[in-house]
């Protein structure tokens, strides 16, 4: 195991604790031995445990299993959504619900993972700046560590389920009067600054390895087979990278074969990311006042767009940009015809598919999963009022 920087290449110590590349600033990416992995992994093991993160404990650099900090994260079920898919014109739909995690969110897979690593590296406190999810998660396995959590986040603009559980959880909540990516901005200087604190945010890429965990559980799911289409939510930009590099991983030892195309879904007034693969180019304009009801991705600066980018490119994906207005509909499509309840990011891959199959991008045929990021009750406000409710 090593880190790698996607840039430059060069590589690092995998007990190094630094969040950039020393050489270039590039983002970091940890390496597995595959070919190693290979002669060790027995295939035929892997069905005899039902889907969950520390099932494929081969592909995580966790070194200390003795510090390993979980809540029972992953093994979120992957929902065939018939009546759905008939609506939108595809034959085949999934939906992964990520809602079913420990928080509530993806995020509990990458921090099982990233909060067993800071207290291999022995720190008291870890931090994160959040747009809600990240922060309620690290302050549930902060808890469940020991560990003091500090969240910074921007002031007004959190979804309240969210902050109710940073706050319960015992995090020092800090609200800054700027957005997302001032948060993070702050958050980076302070772990910097003091090195005592360890960043927790997607740039740290030990994190990232437990997301890799969505698509093992899906190829697992599917019977060790992959989806033709794999749509994801794009906010900070690491999850649909990590998805893709679990996919890639899991075709170079050899459990399935393929990748699925990778696409990435963003809101219409923050889709920095959408707007340079469609224009072919390798680096993206920052939107400077990102504005979406989808309030977890409502950022305008990526700090992982570069590994976005690899992810949809390497595999042959595509992105697309969806409207509020499309977003709501495809919330309240899936909450009505399949009673899958999910936060207004996550309901941006249905209205993301719908527009692909309208525009022929995705085919009938396509064997398709949909990534549902965070469950409903994250935002209780969003949905009481998109359904004209008056309380
Ligand atoms: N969906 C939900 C529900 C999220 O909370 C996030 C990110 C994403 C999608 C996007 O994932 O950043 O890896 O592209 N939420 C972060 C947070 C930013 O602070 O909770 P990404």
Same mark, same amino acid.
């Given at each position: ?15 190094? %604790?630094?969040?950039?590349?020393? %050489?270039?600033?590039? *983002?970091l ?7 190693l ?10 069905? *005899? ?19 390993i900090?979980? *809540?029972? =994260? ?11 898919s008939?609506e939108?014109?595809?034959?085949e739909?999934?939906?992964?619900f ?15 993972v ?6 291999e590296?022995?720190?008291? !406190? ?21 560990? %003091?959590? #500090? ?30 990516? =001032? ?20 740039l740290?890429?030990? %994190?990232?390895?437990g997301q ?7 190829? &697992? ?8 289409? #794999? ?19 899991? &075709?170079?030892?050899?459990i !399935?074969? +393929? ?9 219409? +007034? ?14 993206f ?6 504005? !979406? ?6 950022? $305008? ?23 509020? $207005? ?21 309901? @941006?891959?249905?209205a993301?598919l ?13 064997? #398709? ?16 009022k998109? #359904?004209?409710f @008056?309380?």
């Amino acid at each position: 195991m090593w880190l790698e920087c996607i840039e430059c290449r060069h590589k690092f110590d995998i007990g190094s %604790r630094f969040y950039t590349c020393q %050489r270039c600033g590039g *983002l970091l990416e940890v390496e597995l031995d595959l070919t190693l992995i290979k002669k060790k992994l027995k295939k035929n093991n892997l069905d *005899l445990k039902p889907p969950s993160v520390w099932k494929y404990r081969d592909f995580f650099p966790v070194i200390d299993e003795s510090k390993i900090v979980s *809540l029972n =994260e992953g093994g979120t079920p992957l929902i065939r959504c018939d009546r759905l898919s008939k609506e939108i014109g595809v034959d085949e739909l999934y939906v992964k619900f990520e809602g079913a995690n420990p928080t509530g969110s993806f995020k509990d897979r990458g921090m099982t993972v990233g909060v067993t690593k800071a207290l291999e590296f022995g720190v008291k !406190t870890v931090a994160c700046a959040s747009t809600g999810n990240t922060s309620a998660s690290l302050a549930a396995y902060a808890a469940k560590a020991g560990l %003091r959590c #500090v969240v910074i986040l921007p002031k007004g603009k959190v979804a309240l389920g969210k902050l109710a559980q940073a706050l319960i959880y015992g995090a020092k909540v800090v609200a800054i009067k700027g957005n997302f990516d =001032e948060a993070l901005a702050m958050v980076r200087r302070l772990c910097e600054q003091d090195e005592s604190v360890y960043l927790l945010n997607s740039l740290n890429p030990f %994190r990232l390895q437990g997301q890799k965990s969505i698509s093992y559980e899906i190829a &697992d799911q599917l019977g060790w087979k992959i989806p033709d289409k #794999v749509l994801v939510p794009m906010g900070n930009c690491a999850n649909i990278w990590a998805i893709y590099k679990g996919f890639f991983e899991f &075709d170079a030892v050899g459990i !399935t074969r +393929g990748i699925p195309k990778m696409i990435g879904i963003q809101a219409n +007034g923050a889709k920095p990311i959408v707007e340079a693969i469609k224009r072919g180019q390798e680096t993206f304009e920052p939107v400077e006042r990102p504005e !979406t009801i989808a309030t977890a991705i409502r950022i $305008g600066n990526p700090v992982n767009g570069p590994k976005a980018i690899r992810a949809i490119r390497n595999s042959g994906g595509t992105a697309e940009s969806v409207s509020d $207005g499309e977003i709501i509909r495809a919330q309240k499509a899936l909450a009505k015809l399949e009673g899958i309840g999910v936060e207004p990011a996550s309901a @941006s891959t249905i209205a993301g598919l719908k527009k692909l199959v309208r525009q022929k991008e995705i085919k009938k045929d396509d064997v #398709v999963v949909c990534v549902a990021t965070g469950h409903l009750l994250k935002d209780p406000e969003e949905a009481i009022k998109v #359904v004209g409710f @008056s309380k």
